[in-house]
Each structure stands twice: as C-alpha cells, then as structure tokens.
C-alpha cells in the first residue's frame, strides 16, 4: 500500500501464553532507515485487521515515514468457558489490563503484552527507531492508550484517542469487564482508568482527543466530559475535539485520522533517523 | 465522513424486479450545490458496502466536491435455485449485463440498473448535476465501467479501471458466467466484452487503468495484455500503469484511488454547477 507494505503476522506470546496476532504498516521509508512507530489499540470486538481496513491510515502514514503497529484486542482461542459468548468480555474485549482473577488471569495479560513484548519484536524485528513511539486508539482502544500513556512516562512521545472508555470503572461495561477480569476488589481498577489516574498524575502528555457528538455510547460509556471535568481541575493538558454529526463508527476515525497521525509524527520525526 | 454523509439506501428496482442496494457519499460541498457523480462499480463477491469501507475514497471526494455512488453487484435473494452457491455466478456477480437466459433474465438486469435506472434516481433526489457523471470501478466493476462507457458515448465524462476484466468471453469465469446469463449463442457475448467493443469503437473515452503485477488473476482472468494489444493496434488512448508488488486487493485500490478521483474531478468539475 502506497509504496510500503500491509503485513500480518502471528506469533507464540510468551505473556498470554497464546498465539498473538498483530499488523503493521511498513512505509515506503522503510527500506534502509529506522523509522518511528506508532501503535494503535482498537476497540470491543475488533482483531488486528479493522483498523487497517477501514481507518484509511496508511496513506497518511506513507506520507510521514512513520510505521503503524495494531495488535489484536485480546487472547483467542484460550478454551475458557465463554471466552467467545459476549462482545464486551473475553475474546475481542481484553481492555488492555492483565488480568488477576480466574479463570483470565493465565491469559488476557493484554498491558504486559502491548507495553513490553510487542514493542519488543517491533523494535528487533522491524527496523524501528527504538527511541521514537507514540500511542493512539479507539474506544476501549483509547481508553488502553490513554492508560499505557499514563502509567509508562518516558515510553511515548505522544498519545491520542478517539472516543475512549474514559473512565471504565465508572461505567456498566467496564465495571462489568474489571469485576470478571480484576475481581471484587475495586482498590485494583484504578490502575486502569485514566480519569483515575489523571486525578493523581503529573504532568502527563498533552492529549488530543476526538469524540463524535452523536455517538451511540458517549452518554452512557465513554464520559469524556469526566475526562475533561479532572483535566481542567487539575490542569491537564487536554485538546479535546467535540465533532458535531459523528458516530462511534471507522467512518468517524477514518474523516480525522490524518490529523492524529500529522499530530503523532510532529513529536515522532524529531531527532534523527538512522540509517542502517 | 469529512463533513459530507456516507448513506446507505435500498429500494424497489424496476430494471431488477427486487430489492436494490447502494451507498452513497455526498461530499461537504452538496449542501446548496448540484455535485457532479462517480459512479464506482465493485467486483465480484461486493456489495453496496466493500468500497465505502475500504478503499479510503470519501477524502478525495470531499476535496474535490464529487458525490460517489455505489451500487450493489446483483440482485439479491431472487429464489433462483443456485445463487448463492457460486462467488462467480449469481449473487455478488452481476456482471453488469442484461441476463437473457433463463432463470437469470428475469432479474439479472445489472446494466439497464447501473446504465439508467440509478442515474435517474440520483439526479432525482440527491443533487447531482445531470450533465457531469463518470465512471470507474475495480475488477467485474472494471470491466462494467469499460462496457458501460464505450457503448454509452457521451453519458460519461471519463472511464478508469482497477484491475479489470478486460476480455470476459476469453477467459474461464467470463466464459461460464456469460453462457449462464447469455446462453450458449457466443455471437451475443461481445456486447459485454470490453477488447470486442474496443475493437470496433471510434474515438472511445480516453482510458486509465491501474494493474497490479502481483495479482493473481492477472494471466488467467484479467489479460490486461488483450487490452493493451487492442488499444494500440486500434489507436485508442490508454493509460495503463503496471504497479510492481500490488496484489488484486482493496489495498491496491486504496493505494491509486486518490489518482483516479483528481483524474475523473478534472473532467467532471468543468463547466459551472448550479445553485439550488
């Protein structure tokens, strides 16, 4: 695509214990140089191919020189009991946490995964700059950028989301999701709620977020304006961007996702490539 | 979709006699403005859907003010025994032709559908300048565009192709699509076959073509090179660029439908639009 490469590939993930399946777009910059990475997290019920699909990014990213890396949203295939009965739990809605409850505590190791080994691979296996990663999302994808961003300073250059789970344990299905995968004990889920985390954070990166205004869920599940209500009591950077009109849909990723990833390459492209 | 609408609709079909699907795009510009329209016609196994999800296509609409237009490849759920067994036959391949042959004549009109039928409601009732179409498409829908422009001279302004079927009645899926739909009297055939209408065509559109040199219908079902053979024994304007690496996928069209939507907004967007 566009003069560079849309690949896919599975691998044995040594935090899962499970095969993993990840995409990247390799661009045409590619072939002889280092180039800067940026991850995307993608949303309940979607793998490792929606995004690549459907949010039209490639072509931005060609344009940029920088790689995208989409990791698949959870383990599949574990064999625990109704891993694959509901859209919100289990296969397809891992939120980005490590489990500690039984029966998914042996597997949806999904923030060790996505914060350590695949950024691993990308960086041994992909000719990419190890010092130059940024993070975005959509939905529960955001929702894992928002929070990898948070809990890892240093690890990213920037961070965005559109129309993230803002504050999960807040809300019916991440409470639901935290209670299976986390336990009882709610003193646990904070660790992956960014409107939890933000209340104690300083200084996080600035983050850019876009949210559709007729988006089915943003009353009830996502509350970006709890995201907004700590950023500015605590005075957290926050470019926050109502869109009158949009939905929930990659149709709405799709119509900004160049600006996400002109905003990411900003921060990315500083400093120097090597070539190799 | 950047500012403009993506629509799905479905209505009762004349031409077919069933239910007929198609999307739209109606770029920003539609608001208070007769749009000039791109007709896309899609390939083998689509529906109204593939393209508007795929190939990345509305951005350049957008910015080019041009409405898109979609149509389903067949009619769909007919009762005809049989049209859902093949990917090659019935459902989801149309052909673009008018079915002679029975079971199939009653409803596989695709190509009084796509050629008036359509056309009309759209002028009708979305704000399309009646005096700027065009028309492109991506395989089977490459060669419904090549058909529908050479034996319409006049109805379109331009014509381009992703990996068309340039010579259905010398190739295997043509040959058994065409016997089913047309019946076994080849003298009928060429009606619908691009190379045959390029052999005896006087000043045909100008014709862009875009091919990928690894995609694996190239030798077998495409033959590109028939076109090419013709075109310049003919003296008929081709523009084909052979793409090194490109496969017969959406990523290929994602890739070059920015180059055909300029090539087709050049033609189309010449002469005034309206006020309404």
Redesign the interface.
Known sequence: ???GW?RYFEHDAATTGTKMRFSVYLPPQHEGWQVPVLYWLSGLTCTEENFM??A?A??YAAEHGVMLVVPDTSPRNTGIPGEDTRYDMGSGAGFYLNATNEPWSKHYQMYDYVADELPKIIEEQFNARPDAASIFGHSMGGHGALVLSLRNPGKYRSVSAFSPICAPTQVAWGQQAFKNYLGEDTSTWSQYDAVALLEKAENPLPMLVDQGMDDEFLKEGLRVDLLEEVCQRRGHQLNLRMRPKYDHS???V??FI?EHISYHAGHLTQGGSEGV
């Open positions: 695509m566009f003069d849309c699909i459907k039209g490639q072509r990659y149709y709405f799709a119509s160049g």
